[in-house]
């Protein structure tokens, strides 16, 4: 009965169609075809830095025209923020604030703290990029102030209802466009291969090259299946079957992806989603019909852009039914095949109309060559069309075979419909107006005019007269009263209370027209909190953050630590055998090595307190939300014993499950949490963390300032993974559909993703069959000990969950006593470690972003 109350409620709510703007052109385009809310970015702190976006004047204009048309403006600040962007983040937030905007996206939880205390008038929405898809993690960010939550694009339709059922904050979902192959947040291959960093909004699309699946001995294993070579290229999300059902599960917001994309893309997909939409809302409860867009409908939607169409991980795991492998951009529309190429003139059997203007592109063994359509001969007649069956000759200079498939890139007549639709002075989304005008000879007349948001009144200059000649009639004043123009309002219903032989002159009446638009439109107030007020606000804040920092420094302990991360209980004994005093255990499990139990995790703090060894017990970096509830049963488990567990948060959900099951478990933050800026230390410090580890995206000089808090942990040697995925290449390429169909090829042997500078990144898989990628050379900050020491930062951390027991040993032995001499202030020097590490890595290392940092 409840579970049918809430569909209740949902079925009854209204679905919200969000449309991307990357420019002023394609925020129209969104509006005048049917969206409900647009987000866009602004000049600075955008995830499509390269994308046009607004600057301010921009940005107030388009929130005026949306606002006019009853359509919301949510503006992306979705990145990390950098210390010394802090001053002008606050002028832009209290910028947009003024302006108007209805929300603003966040993706740094230091942001999120920071307008929840500065600016809790302004909404905020949680972006995707801050990798929630659990009911635990939606809930940790309703107690930060968010009121929507975008989820991860790997959430299923059932997680989903799950999450929906357990908040009352509003979801919203990814329904079409691009996907990213990586749980986005949790992408680091883009910064770590060319410094362009998608946490910073600068990301290269590395997942869209070329790649080869090999194993140790170079083998390329997908060389007799040849299912092509964009092996991280995803193909692009179509949901728009699903919208009865995702309003079912308790989805409000429908989310387009592409702000990279062109106007007259937003414009079709905004389009046919609107469409769907409509059809999907005027179904009654448990009708469900076939489908809601037609034949010609879906085929505009892959004509406009598509790399084949998924529906993502909604329903299940696709496997490699989720990518595009041959090719990572539009592959168009089937158009036909070539017949022959004769003397210029080149013969192509059609299977779909073509026009001159059209883009087409030919499918060879050799490659695929595109040409514009210019004049088509029909049965050797020129003009400027072919139908289907029909063959037709193009002009065409270059390469084609008999046979070569032949498909459209590009409709010209698509694209001129799509931009008719939101061309200057053509705007069609207006609102209805109710009139009424009233009065009697000798008195000014009354204008009353009602829009569905306001009401307004204004009056004659001049008093009505005596008409001598013509009255003023029910269809002249339509007529005049009805010129609305480009306003976004037409008249709808007009009642005429006057007397029968009235006269207005017809200027007064265009002049009562204008002042009552001028008024429903002018929406300008003063905001709620004045500038004066906010600034007193954020001078607050940053009075409390240096006294936060001071007390902290002052009760900081000096003493270094040498952090261990494991992840069985092999190479756990061989790092304390080298000495080890602090240790972390778990993380991921991967397949390729035995992992640890519950019980031998509980064994390991036993030990760990017997020797006066720091053990912590490092939680996986994600988990869907029935790997979370198995995770909260062993939690449950580990509270009750004897020796209580420290703990490490990877994401905001396993946070949320300690803080529900014993808020005084000790714990500490991982480095997946994406602490970046001194407002996310203060965050977690107030939570009461015992530590942070920073992202591995920070520069010495962002290291030395934060260096100065206590707790802070820094990585300095081991592998760096650029990516953890839902989707398992080894599997899906090698053993079939992820699950017990699959055989498991990853156990069989290591695996390496090889690009095309023959540089090969290590590939794991965790016993959830996620896939997890690892940059090429190993982090080695060995010769830089003196430095970080000398920036105040006392815990390092050795990740080495990939090493033998061997290396292990090795490498803690060596570190640990470079950290315990640079402590006592000794004569110490890299040379001869260097050389051991260099025998032990021969591939060489890397020095991540401590000198370069990110875009």
């Known amino acids: ?371 514009t359509v210019g004049q088509i001969w029909r049965k050797g007649s020129p003009g400027n069309e072919g139908a289907p069956s029909e063959t037709v000759q193009i002009d065409f200079v270059g390469m084609a075979h008999p046979g070569d498939r032949v498909f459209k890139t590009n409709d010209a007549l698509l694209m001129e419909k799509a931009r008719l639709s939101f061309q200057e002075g053509r705007e069609q989304r207006k609102s209805p107006l109710t009139m009424r005008l009233s009065g009697h000879i000798g008195q000014p007349l009354c204008l009353e005019v009602s829009s569905p948001q306001r009401k307004v009144s204004v009056y004659s200059t001049g008093e009505a007269q005596k008409a001598l000649k013509r009255p003023l009639t029910f269809d002249y004043a339509l007529q005049q009263l009805g010129r609305l123009g480009t306003t976004p309002f037409w008249l709808d219903k007009l009642e005429l209370e006057i007397d029968d032989d009235l006269m207005l002159p017809v200027s007064d009446l ?55 991360a494991v992840s069985d209980p092999l190479t756990l004994q061989a790092a304390l ?68 567990p420290k703990l490490m948060a990877a994401n905001l959900g396993e946070l949320e499950m300690m803080q529900s099951l014993n808020p005084a478990l000790p714990f500490e933050v991982d480095y997946s949490l994406n602490v970046f800026n001194e407002a996310s230390l203060s965050y977690f410090w107030g939570l009461g963390a015992k530590g942070v580890t920073l992202s591995p995206e920070l520069h010495h000089e962002q290291l030395a300032g934060l260096g100065k808090w206590p707790g802070v942990e820094v990585l300095v040697f081991g592998d760096l993974e650029m990516m953890i995925s839902e989707y398992c290449l080894v599997g899906s390429a090698l053993g079939g559909k992820k699950g017990e169909h699959c055989a498991r090829p990853c156990v069989q042997e290591p695996h390496f993703l090889r690009d095309r500078m023959r540089y090969d990144f290590p590939i794991e898989t965790d016993r959830e069959c996620r896939m997890h990628l690892f940059n090429v050379k190993i982090l080695n900050l060995y010769e830089e000990l003196a430095q970080i020491r000398g920036m105040g930062i006392s815990n390092i951390r050795l990740q080495l969950t990939r090493q033998n027991p061997g290396q292990v040993r090795q490498i803690v032995q060596l570190f640990t006593a470079a950290w315990d001499s640079l402590d006592k202030k000794g004569n110490w020097s890299s040379d001869r470690g260097m050389g051991e590490l260099t025998s032990l890595f021969p591939e060489g290392f890397t020095k991540g972003h401590f000198f370069r940092g990110v875009l």
């Open 1 to 371: 009965m409840e579970e049918q109350l809430i569909d209740q409620v949902n079925l009854a709510r209204p679905l919200e169609l969000l449309a991307p703007a990357g420019s002023y052109e394609a925020f129209k385009a969104a509006v005048e075809n049917g969206a409900d809310a647009v987000y866009l970015g602004g000049k600075s702190f955008s995830a499509r830095a390269s994308a046009a976006n607004f600057d301010l004047e921009e940005l107030k204009k388009a929130v005026n025209y949306a606002h006019e048309r009853q359509v919301k403006v949510y503006v992306t600040v979705n990145i990390l923020i950098a210390d010394r962007e802090f001053n002008e983040l606050m002028d832009y937030l209290y910028a947009l604030y003024e302006i108007g905007v209805d929300a603003v996206i966040l993706q740094d939880i230091g942001v999120a703290d920071l307008i929840h205390t500065i600016l809790p008038e302004m909404e905020i929405h949680a972006s995707t990029q801050m990798t929630v898809n659990t009911s635990w993690g939606v809930n940790h960010l309703e107690s930060l102030g968010f009121s929507r939550v975008v989820l991860a694009r790997e959430t299923s339709a059932a997680e989903t209802k799950a999450i929906a059922e357990a908040t009352p904050l509003d979801l919203e979902v990814f329904v079409h466009g691009a996907l990213c192959i990586s749980y986005s947040g949790q992408c680091l291959m883009s910064s770590f291969i060319g410094g362009r960093s998608g946490n910073r909004g600068t990301c290269a699309q590395p997942c869209r090259m070329t790649y080869q699946l090999i194993n140790e001995r170079k083998e390329n294993l997908l060389l007799q299946k040849n299912p092509g070579e964009h092996l991280l290229s995803p193909r692009d999300l179509n949901l728009a079957e699903e919208l009865q059902e995702l309003k079912r599960i308790g989805v409000h917001s429908l989310k387009v992806e592409g702000r990279m994309k062109r106007p007259e893309y937003v414009a079709t997909v905004i389009r046919l989603y609107r469409q769907a939409i409509n059809r999907a809302e005027d179904l009654q409860e448990g009708n469900r019909r076939s489908s809601l867009l037609r034949p010609e409908e879906h085929q505009e939607l892959l004509q406009v852009f598509n790399r084949d169409f998924t529906r993502g991980f909604f329903r299940e795991n696709p496997g490699a039914e989720l990518m595009s492998y041959n090719r990572p951009n539009n592959r168009g529309t089937r158009l036909g095949r070539v017949v022959r190429l004769d003397h210029g003139k080149l013969s192509i059997k059609l299977e779909a109309a073509l026009h001159s203007g059209d883009g087409i592109e030919f499918w060879t063994g050799r490659g695929r060559e595109g040409v």
């Open 510 to 564: 265009n002049e009562m027209r204008r002042l009552a638009v001028e008024q429903l439109l002018h929406t300008e107030t003063q905001p709620i909190v004045e500038r004066r007020i906010y600034g007193q606000r954020c001078q607050q804040w940053k009075e409390n953050q240096t006294q936060k920092r001071t007390a902290l420094i002052n009760s900081k302990s000096t003493s270094p630590r040498v952090s261990v």
């Open 577 to 644: 055998k080298a000495g080890a005093k602090r240790v972390l255990i778990g993380g991921e499990h991967w397949r390729s090595r035995r992992g640890f139990s519950l019980a031998e995790i509980q064994e390991s703090f036993k030990d760990c307190r017997k020797q006066g060894i720091d053990c912590v017990w490092r939680l996986p970096r994600v988990l869907n939300q029935a790997q979370s509830e198995s995770l909260l049963e062993e939690l449950k488990k580990a509270a009750n014993w004897e020796v209580k």
